[in-house]
């Protein structure tokens, strides 16, 4: 019986190293698998993080957008709106005394310097008043301020130009 015991001996171990084979082959395969999956996986991630910063531009895009939008719109409705009493007595006075210095304004409309000069601010940005000579050494502090057509217009529209 020696003779069959070294024979099914060797099948035993050829059986075993055959399974072997066979298992190491099947892990391989599935490592590839593995493998692919996350290549493709790490891809996907790549094409989503693209996406992710090109959506994240285009929302940047359209709050800047909304921001300017309703800015303007801001600003229509404040230019709509007529101006307070005090706002538009230092645009008549400048309309019918041009070349006005603030100190000049603030006396003879019986208001301070600082309140004027907030006044003229609020008028410059709408446009109605522009301010000259205030960089030459003889001009008084805050220059001299003459309306513009637009401020004109708001106080003829108004009737406040009629004396």
Not at 13 to 25: F, M, P, T, W, Y
Not at 98 to 105: K, L, N, Q, S
Not at 136 to 159: C, H, V
Request: glycine residues 4%; negative net charge; charged residues 30%.
């Amino acid at each position: 019986m020696g003779l069959l015991d070294g024979l099914e001996k060797l099948i035993t171990e050829h059986g075993s190293a055959a399974i072997l084979k066979e298992r190491i082959q099947l892990l391989n395969d599935r490592h590839t698998q593995v493998e692919r999956a996350l290549q493709d996986a790490t891809a996907e991630r790549d094409a989503l993080k693209a996406q992710l910063q090109a959506c994240q531009a285009q929302v940047h895009k359209v709050r800047r957008l909304q921001k300017d939008a309703d800015r303007q719109r801001e600003q229509q409705l404040a230019d709509a709106l007529p101006l307070p009493d005090e706002r538009a007595a230092v645009l008549r006075f400048i309309c019918l005394n041009a070349d006005c210095a603030i100190a000049a304004i603030a006396q003879n409309l019986g208001l301070q310097p600082q309140v004027v000069s907030w006044h003229l601010d609020k008028l410059r940005e709408r446009v109605m008043v522009v301010v000259a000579h205030d960089d030459t050494s003889w001009a008084p502090p805050g220059g001299y301020w003459n309306i513009t057509a637009e401020g004109r217009d708001y106080l003829a529209e108004r009737g406040l130009l009629d004396d």
